[in-house]
């Protein structure tokens, strides 16, 4: 995930493309990982975490976008998640938010899908909309631009984690995921680590191809790992250890919060 919040863009040839970690990783292996990541997410938490936790707030949650009732557990996870939302909703509320319509569909298709799919998480589009305005500007850092099929202009590469203010992580996916052999960078909008990638990636836009540079894919993949980081995000607790889990600065939880209730106030909700 976004470990340092300072990302940089990189033009591939031309052409927005993302190599995904290689596909035949098995799934017993992106288990481990998985159970790698609760022990780092463990240890990480010694010292300090505790208090961190029950002393946590959390920001307004933002009711989930009128959808149609015909989606169900099994056939959200299918359909592009762009056409999830009431269209007129995301119209509404971007334009009352500024955040662009074609990633606000993707935060509110994501809350919705996990609604349905993981209903105890409770991940809110604004939660969504808060990590992803941190993490890239809602994939539009250093003048990129979304384009309607989810891809943006320039695709994104954090800093390398070297140790130098971020935590110094050794290359995981040689370079296949975040195209550095030697370390590992976030990738993409909601900026995921190779690892993190390597255990919850998803599909979200209908192509049956996970792309850690495509909006759709980046931000429900972000939401389950999210949803998979607490028993529940609907308490200040379970939100924050979400939080902690996505990005370990101090700072980062506060900053995602403001944002998030920015932009509920936006629409009303307080
Ligand atoms: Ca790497
Ligand atoms: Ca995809």
Redesign the pocket.
Known sequence: MGLQGVVSCHRQNGRVTSRIVRRNRTIAVAAAVAVIIVLIITLASCGGGLARFSSAKMPVAAPLPPFDSKFTDASVRTVPLVTVADAAWVADVAAKTGIPERVLAAYAGGAIRLALTWPECGVTWNTLAGIGWIESHHGELYGAVIAPD?FMSEPIYGQPLVGDGTMNIPDFDDGNFDGDPLHDRAVGPMQIIPQTWAAWHV?????????GQ?I??SVVSAANYLCFSSDTMTTAEGWTKSLWSYNQLDSYADDVRATANEYAAAIGVH
């Open positions: 989810g599909d979200g836009n209908g192509d049956g191809d996970p792309n495509q759709d894919d």
